[in-house]
């Protein structure tokens, strides 16, 4: 079980790598975008790679400071979904993308996390990515990696780049 939290970028970033270096091994993966829109430019890697399977419930807006709305609630739902069926059906790596962050909004359960986990361990390779792991969830990993922005360009008013940033 690996985590890749922390409030600075780079979080996704680790999780891809280690899903391009199994995909290279010829391990099947399941990558499912928890809180994304489905499209980010991987998905087009991810697509052209026989053994990663790329899932993501769809569009929607981002999480505006009201807060999270019923789409918010239903996209993670169906991610969650994803995940449990994934599992099933035998993959070896499992990459929830910004899973963690559905915590941080309310949008899923702790409880609901840590079901996967336990069905994980052992059989699957899991790799959830995010903000702030509980630590509940953090005593359950293998593996924590804890990203911290020292710098970033965006905060002297430099956008976000296609490709780089996102």
Do not use: W
């Amino acid at each position: 079980i690996h985590i890749n939290h922390g409030p600075g970028v780079g979080k996704t970033t680790r999780a891809m790598g280690l899903t391009i270096r199994a995909a290279g091994e010829g391990l099947n993966i399941d990558v499912v975008q928890f809180l994304k829109a489905g499209d980010s430019p991987e998905v087009k890697i991810f697509e052209s790679i026989p053994n990663i399977r790329y899932r993501c419930p769809g569009k929607h807006p981002f999480i505006t400071p009201k807060g999270p709305g019923k789409v918010h609630y239903d996209h993670a739902a169906k991610a969650l979904e994803y995940a449990r069926e994934a599992v099933e059906s035998g993959t070896h790596v499992l990459v929830c993308d910004e899973i963690l962050d559905t915590l941080f909004f309310n949008v899923l359960k702790k409880e609901q996390i840590m079901a996967l986990i336990e069905t994980c361990k052992g059989s699957v390779e899991l790799v959830m990515t995010g903000r702030e792991a509980p630590p509940e969830i953090v005593d359950m990993a293998d593996y924590v990696t804890y990203f911290e922005q020292v710098k970033h360009p965006y905060y002297k008013g430099v956008k976000a780049r296609k490709g780089i940033e996102y």
